[in-house]
């Protein structure tokens, strides 16, 4: 791989890098030896010159996002010999060749190694989100890396970082097939249907990061009437039926999505079941939610994205969690949930409590919960933890 530049860093500035976190922020750099842009390949050395580690350059505070470590440098094959490390983990997951399951998350970011990138896999397509500027760089390289690994079980790769890119303030980015073409599929998720529509859907198509997550609603929705809020395509929805909840409200701000939701039932054998689609905004729908759910589900998107953000964002969690909590059912679960990366696991349970004192309700929690094994994180990198939730149970 070409480098465009060597970063020493200050000296007592390094122990990070050693100790594997895969970010080297601005304030840690001494000098730099050649001129990196945004994106560029560079090598990271102590003070004393000793080499430690190779990633791409970013803006920012964060100036290299690390993925390689030494104290050797990266081999040929590089990005097809990491790609297959990520196959190989899930293949010892059971997560490939499952005859109940055939999405999975290959890729997530520096969870395996790969800072800035996230490939998804709908039974033979790959769907790639790059959100920095270097794995953009690269994509090309990564969908041959991809055929490599998968040989004629791959039909296409597809492209989609334009979104993320250009919240990150990166690289202005098209989306678009980097190998074959097919405009939507269908998986398996624990056995349930869910048509994918990675072109024109949110993140790559499906939040695979709730598949553990809807098995465990499926354990309570039995003979519940159930609420399904920032249903999305309804994940929670199909599961809930299947399960054998008495009624299912699926609620969505996105008449697109509901489409979505709507094909899912169909396929699922729902299509004429007891289910009910409400189109309208989620918060404005909690200010003045019936009191007949025994289920209600709020898995919002992010409220907080950036650390700036997240007073706000726990204002709005707190509202929406206060209105479930105070007209839900005696005795009734509540699912509740943060993707919002800024907010930690003791912020989140915080702010539950908060809403549940509010609320004047007695709240019991029943489990943690967060994303599926297929999104590892790093030990050296707790900030890849951003997925929380709990079910509750609500007296």
Same mark, same amino acid.
């Given at each position: 791989? !070409? ?6 860093? #200050?000296? +007592?500035?390094?122990?990070? *890098? ?20 945004? +994106? ?43 790609? @297959? ?19 999975? /998350? ?5 969870? &395996?190694?790969?800072?800035?990138? *996230?490939?998804?896999? =709908?039974?033979?397509? %790959? ?11 690269? /994509?090309?390289?990564? #969908? ?25 303030? $990166? ?11 097919? !405009? #939507? ?26 598949? &553990? ?24 929805? *199909? =599961? ?9 409200? $699926?609620? !969505? ?19 004429? $079941?007891?289910?009910?689609?409400? *189109? ?21 998107? @992010? ?9 706000? +964002? ?58 599926? %094994? &297929? ?8 900030? +890849? ?9 609500? !007296?």
């Amino acid at each position: 791989m !070409d480098i465009s530049a060597t970063i020493f860093l #200050s000296k +007592g500035r390094d122990e990070a *890098v050693r100790r594997f976190h895969p970010w080297v922020f601005s304030g840690a750099i001494n000098r730099i030896e050649g001129k990196p842009e945004d +994106g560029d390949i560079v090598e990271v050395y102590d003070s004393f010159g000793n080499y430690l580690a190779t990633g791409h350059a970013c803006t920012g505070s964060i100036a290299i996002k690390i993925f390689h470590f030494g104290p050797d440098k990266p081999e040929n094959n590089f990005w097809e010999k990491k790609l @297959a490390q990520a196959y190989t983990l899930r293949q010892k997951l059971g997560f490939t060749n499952n005859p109940k399951n055939n999405a999975y /998350r290959l890729v997530f970011s520096e969870g &395996d190694g790969m800072p800035g990138l *996230v490939i998804d896999i =709908y039974d033979s397509i %790959a769907v790639i989100q790059a959100h920095s500027t270097g794995m953009y760089l690269i /994509r090309k390289e990564l #969908s041959e890396a991809l055929q490599q690994v998968y040989g004629k079980k791959l039909k296409a790769v597809y492209d989609k970082s334009s979104e993320a890119l250009s919240k990150s303030g $990166s690289t202005s980015a098209g989306d678009g097939f980097l190998y074959g073409n097919f !405009d #939507s599929t269908e998986i398996l998720e624990n056995g349930h249907r869910f048509s994918i529509d990675f072109i024109n859907g949110q993140k790559t198509g499906f939040f695979l990061d709730q598949r &553990d997550n809807r098995a465990i609603l499926a354990r309570y929705a039995k003979g519940r009437n159930v609420l399904n809020a920032f249903c999305y395509t309804g994940g929670f929805s *199909v =599961y809930a039926l299947a399960a054998g909840a008495e009624k299912v409200t $699926s609620l !969505d701000s996105s008449r697109k999505a509901m489409d979505t939701l709507e094909e899912n039932l169909r396929i699922n054998g729902f299509e004429n $079941s007891n289910h009910e689609n409400i *189109v309208t905004d989620a918060k404005h729908y909690l200010g003045i939610v019936p009191d007949n759910f025994d289920l209600i589900v709020l898995d919002p998107p @992010a409220f907080a994205k950036r650390h700036a953000d997240r007073h706000k +964002g726990l204002q709005g969690y707190k509202f929406i969690n206060s209105a479930a909590i105070s007209k839900i059912r005696p005795g009734g679960i509540l699912f509740t949930f943060s993707c919002s990366q800024a907010i930690d696991n003791e912020m989140f349970v915080s702010m539950v409590m908060s809403a549940a004192i509010e609320a004047r309700r007695n709240v019991r929690i029943l489990h943690h919960m967060g994303h599926s %094994a &297929d999104h590892p994180v790093s030990i050296f990198h707790p900030e +890849g933890v951003y997925l929380k939730g709990l079910v509750l149970m609500v !007296d």
